[in-house]
């Protein structure tokens, strides 16, 4: 009971200071501007020394983060963040992935008082955001394309009620919801600032990576080259989306059982094996001390995963 206890003081303990780091880092930038507005436009007393330098190390803590990070990987992971609909820069992904990690770390080898417990929390820590963006980016990118049937409908109807192409745009934003309403927004934005059609719809397209919804920008861009009749075209892609997504849908339907069968062969063992090390350490702990069990564990291993990819393969049928 002591230990129950003291699971649940650690668990808050560790929310709490989670929150508070979370606090002064991310909401940096807003409490900044917040205290640059209230001094530019306000005759009030000087600013604390002590509260300005912590906003300025960790100001200057980002800069160092953004600038060690390369290119290429800097623009993945801001292209996951965008897709995703996380409001979140690179920098500040990243610090709180090192936080989780270190209290992941912390909470599980205080709640069980053994090493090995710290690499587990470490692992799932420093793996669990990038996992769970990806998770995100997928969910909201099926939502869009959930909705882009209905999406293109509308524009055809404002079309055909003789609205331009950009007040369509503009019906759709009044008519939808997030995600299209927050994208199609944006690429109106962007026509606003200058940008022409072709670039704004790329642009979506890149935040938004769907056949169906390239295959509308190729319509679009195609019949303002040649002309012809807009609201015609895009009338039947509406109707190979909706026969695209019932297929898709039936597809997914009758290989329910053979993925669910490859996510059992996955994580069976790696559950049985961790369950074992809780009750019995000693009895499991030979095939990490011995050579036979180290061969045996990644014999298992790989043929595991090899497993689980196959039946993926098989699984995965595009439509």
């Not at 992935?97 to 205080?110: D, N, V």
Request: charge should be positive; include cysteine; charged fraction near 20%.
């Amino acid at each position: 009971m002591t230990q129950y206890y003291l699971g649940i003081m650690v668990a808050i303990s560790s929310f709490l200071l989670f929150y508070a780091i979370l606090q002064l880092t991310l909401l940096s930038d807003k409490r900044l501007n917040k205290r640059m507005n209230y001094y530019l436009f306000k005759n009030s007393d000087k600013l604390d020394k002590r509260k300005f330098n912590l906003v300025l190390h960790i100001q200057l803590y980002k800069q160092r983060v953004r600038a060690r990070l390369s290119k290429k990987k800097s623009r993945k992971l801001e292209q996951l963040l965008r897709r995703s609909g996380v409001p979140l820069t690179t920098e500040e992904f990243i610090l709180f992935r090192w936080i989780l990690t270190a209290l992941a770390a912390s909470f599980l080898y205080l709640i069980f008082g053994k090493i090995l417990m710290v690499y587990i929390g470490a692992c799932f820590g420093y793996f669990f955001p990038i996992m769970w963006l990806k998770k995100k980016e997928k969910k909201r990118i099926q939502k869009f394309n959930d909705g882009l049937a209905d999406m293109i409908s509308t524009v055809v109807g404002s079309l055909r009620a003789g609205f331009s192409f950009p007040q369509a745009l503009k019906t759709v934003v009044e008519e939808s919801d997030d995600p299209i309403r927050t994208e199609i927004g944006h690429v109106l934005r962007e026509m606003q600032y200058g940008s022409s059609l072709e670039d704004a719809l790329n642009e979506l397209y890149e935040r938004m990576p769907s056949e169906d919804l390239e295959l509308m920008i190729q319509a679009i861009l195609i019949q303002r080259q040649v002309g012809g009749n807009l609201a015609t075209v895009l009338d039947k892609i509406v109707l190979t989306i909706r026969d695209r997504t019932k297929i898709q849908r039936q597809i997914t339907t009758l290989t329910a059982q053979g993925r669910l069968s490859g996510i059992v062969i996955g994580l069976l063992p790696i559950i049985l094996a961790f369950v074992l090390y809780v009750i019995e350490p000693e009895y499991i702990g030979t095939l990490f001390t011995s050579a036979i069990g180290m061969a045996l564990l990644g014999a298992g291993l790989v043929s595991g995963f090899i497993g689980f990819v196959l039946i993926r393969k098989v699984t995965t049928i595009e439509v």
